[in-house]
């Protein structure tokens, strides 16, 4: 039987014959590390493991620093900080306290490496007793409008302390618009907007929850974060951050939305954002500690597909292992 001229496998021969051919390649200025910032008093060493994210800690302001600079010499792309607050009231009022543990760590980690981006998630949920991403109304219902006049008043906050991108998370409309136009009167014209565009109500979020403590004391989120199975609601949502000003947009969860974030990169033409989520992160934590899979092999797959699909940056629990792994 003669065999076509065209033989696939000729260029996978060896590994240096791949590498040459190699369409996507993953590195560690592409990969940006979560952490969590937090208020409470923590052990001698600045850390409180998370139990459902194995080898992820809340950390004092001080070892957010120390992590930082590890990050940093790492060569990753930047740092994404959450906060984590003793705490809550009605409306996460604590979210904007100039003295707040996120305010804290963006400035001591800008002193300490100045060159390495630093972005804030902008939301309500970790600072409100209710768990909720805003403020809500009597029927317990979020009211967008006052919501939004609150994220824009947080995101100043960590404007003010030097975050070089604020990203707002709550999925309320207009928030971009309301972000971008007080960012701009309080004359921090070259601080970025990373919008959580199309952020889908997933069940991969549960670890995150308890590493934040924002549960939603009631209800769930579907109100205001997208169906999982509505792409082109996506994409609008995406194209809409656009028109409001934002500099970059995110797909989140990650796994599960390669298309949308395909789509989206093609459809906006901005840099696009993918977060790796804490759910899709432990899953591959609990199957490598079980023996079902090499967790090195998947993560760096996973990081490589996500980079493939569309995605300039990834968000990542693994990103510094992965910077890592790669360096070796």
Same mark, same amino acid.
């Given at each position: 039987?003669?065999?076509?001229?065209?033989?696939?496998?000729?260029?996978?021969?060896?590994?240096?014959?791949?590498?040459?051919?190699?369409?996507?390649?993953?590195?560690?200025?592409?990969?940006?590390?979560?952490?969590?910032?937090?208020?409470?008093?923590?052990?001698?060493?600045?850390?409180?493991?998370?139990?459902?994210?194995?080898?992820?800690?809340?950390?004092?302001?001080?070892?957010?620093? #120390?992590?930082?600079?590890?990050?940093?010499?790492?060569?990753?792309?930047?740092?994404?900080?959450?906060?984590?607050?003793?705490?809550?009231?009605?409306?996460?009022?604590?979210?904007?306290?100039?003295?707040?543990?996120?305010?804290?760590?963006?400035?001591?980690?800008?002193?300490?490496?100045?060159?390495?981006?630093?972005?804030?998630?902008?939301?309500?949920?970790?600072?409100?007793?209710?768990?909720?991403?805003?403020?809500?109304?009597?029927?317990?219902?979020?009211?967008?409008?006052?919501?939004?006049?609150?994220?824009?008043?947080?995101?100043?906050?960590?404007?003010?302390?030097?975050?070089?991108?604020?990203?707002?998370?709550?999925?309320?409309?207009?928030?971009?618009?309301?972000?971008?136009?007080?960012?701009?009167?309080?004359?921090?014209? #070259?601080?970025?907007?990373?919008?959580?565009?199309?952020?889908?109500?997933?069940?991969?979020?549960?670890?995150?929850?308890?590493?934040?403590?924002?549960?939603?004391?009631?209800?769930?989120?579907?109100?205001?974060?997208?169906?999982?199975?509505?792409?082109?609601?996506?994409?609008?949502?995406?194209?809409?951050?656009?028109?409001?000003?934002?500099?970059?947009?995110?797909?989140?969860?990650?796994?599960?939305?390669?298309?949308?974030?395909?789509?989206?990169?093609?459809?906006?033409?901005?840099?696009?954002?993918?977060?790796?989520?804490?759910?899709?992160?432990?899953?591959?934590?609990?199957?490598?500690?079980?023996?079902?899979?090499?967790?090195?092999?998947?993560?760096?797959?996973?990081?490589?597909?996500?980079?493939?699909?569309?995605?300039?940056?990834?968000?990542?629990?693994?990103?510094?292992?992965?910077?890592?792994?790669?360096?070796?």
């Amino acid at each position: 039987m003669a065999f076509p001229h065209t033989r696939m496998r000729r260029m996978r021969r060896t590994g240096a014959l791949r590498g040459l051919v190699r369409e996507t390649e993953l590195s560690a200025g592409r990969l940006v590390a979560p952490m969590f910032v937090t208020e409470a008093p923590v052990s001698s060493s600045g850390r409180e493991p998370i139990e459902t994210m194995p080898g992820v800690a809340r950390l004092s302001v001080s070892a957010a620093v #120390e992590e930082a600079r590890r990050i940093a010499d790492l060569g990753l792309g930047g740092v994404m900080l959450f906060g984590v607050p003793a705490h809550t009231d009605a409306d996460g009022s604590g979210a904007w306290d100039e003295d707040g543990a996120v305010q804290l760590a963006v400035g001591a980690i800008k002193r300490s490496t100045p060159d390495l981006v630093v972005m804030t998630d902008v939301c309500l949920c970790g600072y409100t007793e209710h768990g909720h991403c805003g403020v809500l109304r009597s029927d317990g219902s979020v009211d967008n409008d006052a919501t939004i006049e609150l994220l824009a008043r947080v995101a100043c906050s960590h404007a003010r302390a030097g975050a070089d991108l604020v990203a707002p998370s709550d999925m309320m409309d207009g928030r971009v618009g309301a972000i971008r136009t007080e960012l701009d009167a309080e004359g921090h014209t #070259e601080v970025g907007i990373l919008a959580y565009s199309a952020k889908f109500a997933s069940a991969f979020y549960g670890p995150f929850r308890d590493a934040a403590n924002s549960a939603p004391a009631f209800g769930d989120r579907r109100a205001y974060q997208l169906d999982p199975a509505n792409g082109r609601e996506a994409v609008r949502e995406a194209m809409l951050d656009v028109d409001e000003g934002a500099d970059m947009v995110m797909v989140k969860p990650a796994l599960a939305y390669g298309d949308l974030i395909a789509a989206i990169k093609r459809s906006t033409g901005l840099p696009v954002a993918a977060y790796n989520v804490s759910g899709e992160y432990a899953m591959v934590k609990a199957a490598a500690a079980a023996g079902y899979l090499d967790e090195r092999e998947a993560a760096l797959e996973i990081l490589t597909g996500l980079h493939r699909a569309g995605a300039d940056i990834v968000i990542s629990y693994h990103a510094a292992d992965a910077a890592r792994w790669l360096a070796e």
